[in-house]
């Protein structure tokens, strides 16, 4: 009797050195976010291995997008093999944009060093791995003769590290990875091996721009000083506003334990004639400070964002002359998977049958593309799972265990098989 199961299993482990070899070629493209390097050569490599996989191949260019230019274009590429009908749509999909990979490494950060056991190099982990081993989640189904009544999708897409705004939220604007065309979405990013995310919290970035007036630097009492308006908002933040929010915690199960509490980080601060090699003796008539708050799903938005304007008019009332606009920059609400997603049971399945453990049930410290497939795409069945170490994104000497990419694809392999062959 023919096990479906077994045979998927075994195609996996058959293919674990092409798994391999498509991580490391991956990491060979310097996808590099930002400016977008190297993406439509990225999406050209995935599309023509689709096509040798027997997929069906799309390229999207994500037009109109700010982002999409000449010098930089952003293609998003998907493959898709159809099942004979009646059974969902299952779709993975995976970022293939990758951050700077800065200094302080030990080996070639674009090299895609295969040693020890691992794969290293930008983007190993983060995320160029789990695309690879959604590949040959589908690939390993077709290889064990697995028919299926849904359909199977996979993706690369651009500009995660940035946003996904000219991919994945591009894509579900587009109709493209959206209610009526996907049913359930897997994101591999590195949450490590055994558990299951189900969400993230909020995000808004804002920034607060002081106003002085200019003067000459010896005699400052003429002028005033925007550098030190801005200093009296991050001294109210630090000493008012973050002792309250690190009282907040929330119910999602937020890895690591520190961030499932409301937090609020000062990502930049400029002021006066910062960055110009000869300085002038000016009093300083701008400063801007930026910041990253991250909100919890039992906080409102609006409440957040009262919050800063009660903080910035408290700090007006006793700062004479003080001047500041609020200007937001970036807003992503908290996402959660449904309680009870057959999406969810599937990968533990998965996990318990490859693993011979029970799956941990988390959610991200940081946001990813779920918050696009949810809240732009109507696509509330998604999750992140994915190999990888999650504390070794972004890091210098990056890597992913050839062990992980393995399990992770049959632990994905099994939950398709799971979800497509029925409703």
């Known amino acids: 009797m023919f096990d479906a199961r077994e045979a998927v299993c075994r195609a996996v482990e058959a293919a674990r050195d092409e798994i391999v070899e498509l991580t490391a070629e991956l990491v060979r493209i310097p996808t590099v976010n930002p400016p977008g390097?190297?993406?439509?050569?990225?999406?050209?490599?995935?599309?023509?291995?689709?096509?040798?996989?027997?997929?069906e191949v799309e390229y999207h260019a994500a037009e109109g997008r700010p982002e999409h230019t000449e010098a930089h274009p952003r293609l998003n590429v998907i493959g898709a093999r159809r099942g004979s009908g009646g059974g969902p749509t299952v779709h993975l999909n995976g970022h293939f944009d990758v951050a700077p990979a800065g200094g302080g490494w030990s080996v070639e950060p674009f090299g895609g060093l295969v040693r020890d056991g691992r794969v290293w190099g930008r983007g190993a982990c983060d995320m160029k791995g789990g695309l690879a081993a959604a590949v040959f989640a589908i690939e390993a189904l077709r290889r064990a003769g697995v028919a299926l009544a849904g359909t199977v999708e996979v993706s690369g897409t651009v500009d995660e590290e940035s946003g996904g705004?000219?991919?994945?939220?591009?894509?579900?604007?587009?109709?493209?990875?959206?209610?009526?065309?996907?049913?359930?979405?897997?994101?591999?990013?590195?949450?490590?091996?055994?558990?299951?995310?189900?969400?993230?919290?909020?995000?808004w970035w804002f920034e607060v721009e002081a106003r002085g007036r200019i003067a000459h630097g010896s005699m400052p009492y003429l002028g005033v000083s925007a550098i030190d308006h801005i200093g009296a908002v991050l001294e109210a933040v630090r000493t008012e506003l973050q002792p309250e929010l690190a009282k907040r915690t929330t119910r999602m199960p937020v890895v690591p334990a520190g961030s499932g509490r409301a937090?609020?980080?000062?990502?930049?601060?400029?002021?006066?004639?910062?960055?110009?090699?000869?300085?002038?003796?000016?009093?300083?008539?701008?400063?801007?400070?930026?910041?990253?708050?991250?909100?919890?799903?039992?906080?409102?938005?609006?409440?957040?964002?009262?919050?800063?304007?009660?903080?910035?008019?408290?700090?007006?009332?006793?700062?004479?002359?003080?001047?500041?606009?609020?200007?937001?920059?970036?807003?992503?609400?908290?996402?959660?998977?449904?309680?009870?997603?057959?999406?969810?049971?599937?990968?533990?399945?998965?996990?318990?049958?490859?693993?011979?453990?029970?799956?941990?049930?988390?959610?991200?410290?940081?946001?990813?593309?779920?918050?696009?497939?949810?809240?732009?795409?109507?696509?509330?069945?998604?999750?992140?799972?994915?190999?990888?170490?999650l504390e070794l994104a972004h890091q210098p000497d990056e890597w992913v265990a050839i062990d992980d990419l393995v399990a992770s694809t049959k632990v994905m392999a099994l939950a398709i098989l799971d979800l497509a062959s029925a409703r």
């Not at 109709?175 to 299951?196: F, Q, S, T």
């Not at 909100?295 to 009660?310: M, N, S, T």
Request: aromatic fraction near 6%.
């Open 37 to 55: 390097e190297h993406y439509a050569d990225c999406a050209r490599f995935l599309g023509r291995r689709f096509a040798a996989m027997g997929l």
């Open 165 to 203: 705004q000219a991919g994945v939220a591009w894509l579900a604007e587009q109709g493209r990875l959206a209610k009526g065309r996907v049913d359930y979405a897997i994101i591999p990013e590195p949450l490590n091996v055994d558990r299951i995310c189900t969400g993230h919290r909020g995000v």
């Open 263 to 389: 937090t609020l980080n000062v990502n930049a601060v400029a002021g006066g004639q910062a960055g110009q090699a000869v300085q002038t003796p000016c009093v300083a008539d701008r400063a801007l400070a930026i910041f990253d708050r991250r909100y919890l799903v039992e906080e409102d938005y609006d409440d957040v964002r009262a919050e800063v304007v009660a903080l910035l008019e408290r700090v007006e009332a006793r700062v004479p002359g003080f001047e500041a606009e609020l200007r937001d920059r970036m807003l992503v609400h908290p996402t959660e998977t449904p309680a009870g997603s057959p999406l969810v049971s599937a990968l533990q399945r998965g996990i318990r049958e490859v693993l011979g453990r029970e799956a941990a049930i988390v959610a991200s410290p940081g946001s990813y593309d779920q918050k696009h497939f949810d809240r732009i795409g109507g696509v509330p069945h998604c999750v992140a799972y994915g190999p990888g170490v």
